[in-house]
Structures are given as C-alpha cells and as structure tokens.
C-alpha cells in the first residue's frame, strides 16, 4: 500500500507530461493554435493511445446545471484535414468561455487521429494505413467493408477499412466514449467537400445548412461512423465538411455556423 501515492503521483506526472507533449507537437503543427491556448484547454488523457502511444485526449464541457443532452464531438478523424482540427480547438474554447450559460453538456475530442496528423507530410489514415471512418463495426463490415473498398475504390490505401471491425485503438477509443458516454448527438468534423450531411433516425427535424454548408445527405459506407453510430444505433450524426481542408472558414462564417448549430440542437431538444 505504501507505494500507492507514489503509484498515483507518477500516473499523475506521465499524463501531465503527455498533455504538454501533445500541445507541444499540435502547436507545431497547426498555425491555429498555440501551446498557451492548448494548454489552457485542459485537455484529458482518456487512458487510450494511438498506435504510436500518443495519448487521446477530450474535453467534457458540461454547464452547472445538470442538462438532459449530451453531446459528442469529434474533430481529426482524418489527419490531413487539418482546418476540422483548428476549428474542434476554436469550438471547445467557445464552449469553455460559454460554460456557464451552456444548454448541453459536450464532451470534444479534437483529434481523434494524431499520428496521422503529426506525420510528415499529414495523412487521412492512421499509423497502420487504415481510414477509421471505415474501420467502425456496422453489421455489414465483413460482407461488405472490403468489397466496397475494391470496387468502388479501387484499393486506394486512403480508404482501407483495416484488416478487421474495430482494429484500430482510435476507433475503439470513440466506440468506448460512444457506450460510456452514450450521447444523443454525435459531431463529426471533415473537410473539403463544403457540406452538410446527416445520418440517423427520420424523426429528427434536419438542418438545411450550418452557416455556408448546405444540407447534402451523401449516403453512408460499409465501416462509416454514419452507419455504425447513425443508421446501427439510431444516434443523430451530423458530419460537418468544410470548404478547405488546409484553410480555416472566415471568422463570420464560423460564428453563423456556429448559431445554425445552437438553434438546430436548440430545436431537437
Ligand atoms: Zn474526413
């Protein structure tokens, strides 16, 4: 028992450490956000790490009055879009500054892929080449997930589903916040296709645009977080795809995507 403190402390001191390691490299990486302001983010290790035991880190932002819905929001799924990384760190700042007088309680993780992020150059696959926007567990993933990536894809290694369901600690990480968490909204934020699109139940009252992004449902795909979380779950996932992938949108557009949102999450409550 006596070395339980020192145990406690030392687990202390890694995860202090990662975090300031991890804000390190991202401020390296994106001019969009400086050590200070990662830091001041306080960010979480979640216990789960990438293939390159990068630690995964949230936010929960929840308001001080216990609030029914939660809400789950993923930023960097895929590495190279980095502008869906800027904008998780300028939303969960927003949050956090909004705290308070907030009507849901969010829980943000702003980079779901950092080894692809960090790579040189950045890539959408995680360090063993898989695309974990197919790599989820929907129902079809063994008769489907590799068949579409042949036919459709023709191999192109930016769309490999994994070798399995659920292969990838990334993706295991969001199945583990999905079931613990259980959320009723999840946010999904990509670039560059400059849309909108919602997967999940037909009862819910869909957005027609989030700023400059107009509704555009795409369908989803064998391994998707659209059909695992959306279509398998029934959980409402609304995928925001910036215009650019390298560039942030305007200060006006944020602010007007970001009231869309309020008034749409506002509505469906
Ligand atoms: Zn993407």
Redesign the pocket.
Known sequence: MRGLPFFICLVLIVSTASAEDFCTTLSKKLRTVTYSGCKGLTLQPSGHTSIEGIPLMARRVRPQTPVPSRILFLGG??GD?WA?VSLSYLWLQNLIEQQPHLRHDWLVVPVVNPDGLFRRPSQ?TNARGVDL?RNFPSPDWHTHAHNWWQQFKRRNPRYYPGPAPASEPETRYVLSLIRNFQPHIIIAL??PYKLLDYDGPHHIIVPQKLGPLKLRQLGTYPGSLGRYAGEYLHIPVLTI?LASAANMPTRQQIQSMWQDLAHWLDKIR
Do not use: V
């Open positions: 799924i895929h879009e869906s959408r926007n990509h670039a795809e």
